[in-house]
């Protein structure tokens, strides 16, 4: 007489089933993805905008101020804010800054109706939408903290990290469709709309806890996120290491535009496919995050800074579109898990009073990362070469990691990073919910 199957493995075998199956964050979740489609289609829009309101002769100005607006004033609002949101939950946090988001987002297109939207009032509203961006952020990771156990958090911060590249695959697409049909404006409409829904979605899924008493007494501190890292050496470092490989990547957004035209005398067909090859890459790396999660996370998160640097030699070294496109691909694979194990390697070194507030201050410091490695690709892409210069950042990427690797092998560099530690008393909590 025949057996009978065996029941199906998948998906409760996956490490993201503890995630999309948690109580809690499975509500969250459908807010998180139409708020990332909202944010991949503002790529667009932001820009647009931005040309269709600057004076002629301005636009190239303007348009970078935009978008500078759009990303830069978080670090502000870290240190800005951090006396008045210290103690509140990940949640929380996070509903701020969507409701921050959800009304400066929605005056743009209120102004527009009203017949005063000029190129100043814009940029001044896409400023006071990004000012809680770093402590939305760190209050997405708290969150995945405080609910799930340590075993957990690297499948969770994948999850959040797929959400958005699977949004900028689709949303600035979409968003095309959207401006040729009703214009830039109404795009950003739809993004504010997308937070309102996010901020909704924290408030009705996630039950509201009581406040957190600091006993470091550093709540009160604007800068208490820059001292809870400065004490940390093992944050420290990662934020080094995470402001330094960032930085390196930026001559890219220069120096890749100008190798694809000049050096290789191609069009902006082919400059899309570069970049077409680096987002499917890293949402398959994404996909993939999540296995790691039994690897010691130091060694990991070097090893893709290293990784990520091989896989970019071959655009400095000359080598055909065939080969380079490929290359670029494996970049983007490589770099997805990045921003993942690097989070958890906060989640893991900080408690949870202190999280919130070094992680605000972690965004506060990378967000400008790659903004001054795009401003130093200038000069060193007129002076050296696309070619060169992608070659000096190739191989600088893989020298940090190098240097990395090496300073976390002298003693008390960092904490013990061991696969498959136990967890706490907290984790075992959370993993009993």
Same mark, same amino acid.
């Given at each position: 007489?025949?057996?009978?199957?065996?029941?199906?493995?998948?998906?409760?075998?996956?490490?993201?089933?503890?995630?999309?199956?948690?109580?809690?964050?499975?509500?969250?979740?459908?807010?998180?993805?139409?708020?990332?489609?909202?944010?991949?289609?503002?790529?667009?829009?932001?820009?647009?905008? @931005?040309?269709? #309101? =600057?004076?002629?002769?301005?636009? %190239?100005?303007?348009? &970078?101020?935009?978008? !500078? $607006?759009? /990303? +830069?004033?978080?670090?502000?609002?870290?240190?800005?804010?951090?006396?008045?949101?210290?103690?509140?939950?990940?949640?929380?946090?996070?509903?701020?800054?969507?409701?921050?988001?959800?009304?400066?987002?929605?005056?743009?297109? @209120?102004?527009? #109706? =009203?017949?005063?939207?000029?190129? %100043?009032?814009?940029? &001044?509203?896409?400023? !006071? $939408?990004? /000012? +809680?961006?770093?402590?939305?952020?760190?209050?997405?990771?708290?969150?995945?903290?405080?609910?799930?156990?340590?075993?957990?958090?690297?499948?969770?911060?994948?999850?959040?990290?797929?959400?958005?590249?699977?949004?900028?695959?689709?949303?600035?697409?979409?968003?095309?469709?959207?401006?040729?049909?009703?214009?830039?404006?109404?795009?950003? $409409?739809?993004?504010?709309?997308?937070?309102?829904?996010?901020?909704?979605?924290?408030?009705?899924?996630?039950?509201?806890?009581?406040?957190?008493?600091?006993?470091?007494?550093?709540?009160?501190?604007?800068?208490?996120?820059?001292?809870?890292?400065?004490?940390?050496?093992?944050?420290?470092?990662?934020?080094?290491?995470?402001?330094?490989?960032?930085?390196?990547?930026?001559?890219?957004?220069?120096?890749?535009?100008?190798?694809?035209?000049?050096?290789?005398?191609?069009?902006?067909?082919?400059?899309?496919?570069?970049?077409?090859?680096?987002?499917?890459?890293?949402?398959?790396?994404?996909?993939?995050?999540?296995?790691?999660?039994?690897?010691?996370?130091?060694?990991?998160?070097?090893?893709?800074?290293?990784?990520?640097?091989?896989?970019?030699?071959?655009?400095?070294?000359?080598?055909?579109?065939?080969?380079?496109?490929?290359?670029?691909?494996?970049?983007?694979?490589?770099?997805?898990?990045?921003?993942?194990?690097?989070?958890?390697?906060?989640?893991?070194?900080?408690?949870?009073?202190?999280?919130?507030?070094?992680?605000?201050?972690?965004?506060?410091?990378?967000?400008?990362?790659?903004?001054?490695?795009?401003?130093?690709?200038?000069?060193?892409?007129?002076?050296?070469?696309?070619?060169?210069?992608?070659?000096?950042?190739?191989?600088?990427?893989?020298?940090?990691?190098?240097?990395?690797?090496?300073?976390?092998?002298?003693?008390?560099?960092?904490?013990?990073?061991?696969?498959?530690?136990?967890?706490?008393?907290?984790?075992?909590?959370?993993?009993?919910?």
């Amino acid at each position: 007489m025949p057996s009978a199957p065996a029941p199906l493995r998948f998906p409760r075998s996956s490490p993201y089933w503890p995630v999309v199956s948690h109580p809690l964050l499975r509500r969250v979740l459908p807010g998180l993805a139409v708020s990332a489609l909202g944010d991949g289609m503002a790529l667009v829009a932001v820009t647009w905008l @931005a040309l269709q #309101l =600057a004076p002629p002769g301005q636009r %190239g100005t303007w348009t &970078a101020i935009a978008v !500078a $607006a759009y /990303l +830069l004033p978080s670090a502000a609002g870290s240190m800005i804010f951090g006396r008045y949101l210290a103690g509140l939950s990940g949640a929380q946090l996070a509903s701020w800054d969507a409701r921050l988001r959800a009304v400066a987002l929605a005056a743009i297109p @209120a102004a527009h #109706l =009203a017949g005063v939207l000029s190129i %100043g009032l814009y940029v &001044a509203l896409l400023a !006071a $939408a990004s /000012l +809680l961006r770093s402590w939305g952020t760190a209050g997405r990771f708290t969150l995945i903290a405080e609910l799930l156990p340590r075993r957990h958090h690297l499948p969770a911060n994948a999850v959040l990290g797929i959400l958005g590249n699977a949004a900028t695959i689709i949303g600035p697409p979409l968003a095309g469709v959207l401006i040729s049909f009703a214009g830039p404006v109404w795009v950003i $409409a739809i993004d504010a709309a997308t937070f309102a829904v996010l901020a909704l979605t924290y408030r009705l899924a996630i039950p509201t806890p009581k406040t957190r008493t600091d006993p470091t007494g550093t709540a009160a501190s604007r800068t208490a996120g820059f001292e809870i890292i400065r004490r940390n050496r093992s944050l420290l470092g990662l934020l080094v290491l995470t402001f330094g490989f960032f930085l390196l990547f930026g001559p890219f957004y220069v120096a890749m535009p100008v190798l694809v035209t000049e050096d290789l005398g191609a069009s902006a067909t082919t400059l899309g496919l570069y970049y077409t090859a680096f987002g499917a890459g890293s949402l398959l790396g994404g996909l993939a995050t999540g296995y790691l999660h039994r690897w010691p996370l130091w060694p990991t998160t070097i090893g893709i800074v290293v990784g990520f640097g091989v896989a970019m030699l071959p655009l400095g070294l000359g080598t055909p579109v065939g080969l380079s496109l490929p290359a670029f691909a494996l970049a983007g694979l490589i770099w997805a898990p990045y921003p993942s194990t690097s989070m958890a390697l906060f989640q893991r070194s900080a408690t949870p009073v202190e999280l919130p507030r070094a992680l605000a201050a972690n965004g506060a410091v990378t967000v400008l990362a790659v903004p001054l490695g795009t401003l130093v690709g200038g000069p060193l892409t007129a002076g050296l070469g696309a070619r060169r210069t992608l070659l000096l950042c190739a191989a600088a990427t893989i020298a940090l990691g190098v240097v990395a690797a090496g300073l976390t092998r002298l003693p008390g560099r960092t904490a013990p990073d061991r696969a498959g530690a136990p967890d706490g008393p907290r984790e075992r909590a959370a993993a009993g919910s």
